[in-house]
């Protein structure tokens, strides 16, 4: 299931045949394998179990584990029942509010599902999520004094756990590549810096500028990179094309898009569709506002 970031509606419903046995029902939350929450309290109502989720937990993007843990009575015997629950924790791509001016006589359960739809639409299209994740991820070097990073990197706290000064390191390209500063003799004398303050004249001995090898991230070699992913905010431009988007919805022509339909007839008109309004988002004012946000994993910025 997915929850808002924020949201004032934090509960996780488990809907089950059985009643737990009195005071056997143990529920717990994970972020990654690591505990962060016990429910202390298990609602029950109707086949429906639920609990609510702190708020701390649902300030940024992350991927939940709620596992549910009881035992009950089935003629006779007593079981046990565990099972993990995936809770996602995202950021909408526009607030419910502004969806529902754009639809209007909807409900909150309708536009959740359609924000959700032109948010998968338009992360499927640029290949980036726009929410704001705070964590470890995990890459492989490739052997150079630049990294590319899987997502969006705000600010960096650590890699590997501190293996590496960031005093060393600059975000770059912004924000999906880590590059180490300059090592070595500089072109410019007065370029120099990085690794150490006048190196080649301060460490005793005095060692050759060829020594040691110049690549910062080794290939094949994993770092776990510990910092603010994503997006403090989703960008104005991204929200704009939503909109776009969610409008087409509301008009109801994305239902012929939906189905591959190419044209209509009738006894005293047609409408037929560009090729184009099957490509990217189907919307070329939305294409034009997320272009600058589509991935282009080919290139470096260093």
Partial sequence: MEMYTNSADRKVYLDLPVIANQGTMEVTVYDGGTLVHTASAVLYDDGRYSINLPFKLVQTDRQLQVHWLFKYTEDGSVEEYSQYQEVNIVTPILPLSEVKQIIEDTDDERAMVVEKAVRYIIQAHTGQFFGKFIGKRR????????????????????????????????????????????????????????WHENPYTTDVPIYAPGRGSRTLFLEHCEYAIDGTWGWNSVPAAVQEAAKLLINDYACGDSNYRDRFLTSMTAADWRIQFHEGAFSNTGNVRANQLLSEFVLRRGWVVI
Wanted: proline share 4%; glycine share 16%.
């Fill in 139 to 194: 890459v492989s070097g490739s052997g150079e004094n630049n990294l590319r990073l899987p997502s969006r990197l705000i600010s960096l706290t650590s890699i590997n756990d501190g293996l590496y000064l960031n005093q060393l390191l600059s975000i770059r390209g912004n924000g999906w590549y880590l590059v180490g500063k300059q090592r070595g003799v500089p072109t410019i004398r007065g370029d120099a810096y990085g």
